[in-house]
Antibody
Framework: EVQLVESGGDLVQPGGSLRLSCAAS????????MNWVRQVPGKGLEWVSR????????SDADSVKGRFTTSRDNAKNTLYLQMHSLRAEDTAVYYC?????????WGQGTLVTVSS | DTVMTQSPDSLAVSLGERATINCKSS????????????LAWYQQRPGQPPKLLIY???TRDSGVPDRFSGSGSGTDFTLTISSLQPEDVAMYYC?????????FGQGTKLEI
């Protein structure tokens, strides 16, 4: 069974940093592109970033470019999102999701709250 | 960026009736070299992550009931639920994966 489990969400002050993790199991993690998608509670979905199978290719939304970095450790079957210079508008549930084109499996999400 | 616009924002349909949700992209998401539309549909029930329903605009994901169907090409797409069931109450989102950023529509709330 494919499982994606996010962790690391927390309350952080504006300007702060946070690292999210997504532990994958039930599939060959190193064979799949992975994504981060976020959702402000009660609002719509926003694609944040994606990363290639070996981590050599990444693509980011303009809203996070230069502040967020996506990486992966295929030996640990784990996806990461390093977030710096956090803003109030980054407050959201962050989902990791599998897929190169569409996203066929999603985690349950982890909540990041940016507030003083 | 490709803007995805769904209509309506919300929809109330009786059990057993048909529900139709539209999605329009600001640019074509049709790739002529492989004759495919780079468009997916997701369902999100309250408190749950999104679930993939349809990809390539009209291909149902594994295990998705056949009452769900997708159609359209280029810039105009439709998700149809042929006979609404109680478990279909949810938000529905379209997404283009033709070019980054892989934008979603604003969502359509489907109620009974």
């Amino acid at each position: 069974e494919v499982q994606l489990v996010e962790s690391g969400g927390d309350l952080v002050q504006p300007g702060g940093s946070l690292r999210l993790s997504c532990a994958a199991s039930g599939f060959t993690f190193s064979s799949y592109w992975m994504n981060w998608v976020r959702q402000v509670p009660g609002k719509g979905l926003e694609w944040v970033s994606r990363i290639g199978t070996d981590g050599s290719f990444t693509s980011d939304a303009d809203s996070v470019k230069g502040r967020f970095t996506t990486s992966r450790d295929n030996a640990k079957n784990t996806l990461y999102l390093q977030m710096h210079s956090l803003r109030a508008e980054d407050t959201a549930v962050y989902y990791c999701a599998r897929g190169y084109n569409w996203q066929d499996y999603w985690g349950q999400g982890t909540l990041v709250t940016v507030s003083s | 960026d490709t803007v995805m616009t769904q209509s309506p924002d919300s929809l109330a349909v009786s059990l057993g009736e048909r529900a139709t949700i539209n999605c329009k992209s600001s640019q074509s998401v049709f790739y002529s070299s492989n004759n495919k539309n780079y468009l997916a549909w997701y369902q999100q029930r309250p408190g749950q992550p999104p679930k993939l329903l349809i990809y390539w605009a009209s291909t149902r994901d594994s295990g998705v009931p056949d009452r769900f169907s997708g159609s359209g090409s280029g810039t105009d797409f439709t998700l149809t639920i042929s006979s609404l069931q109680p478990e279909d109450v949810a938000m529905y989102y379209c997404q283009q994966y033709y070019s980054p950023p892989y934008t979603f529509g604003q969502g359509t709330k489907l109620e009974i």
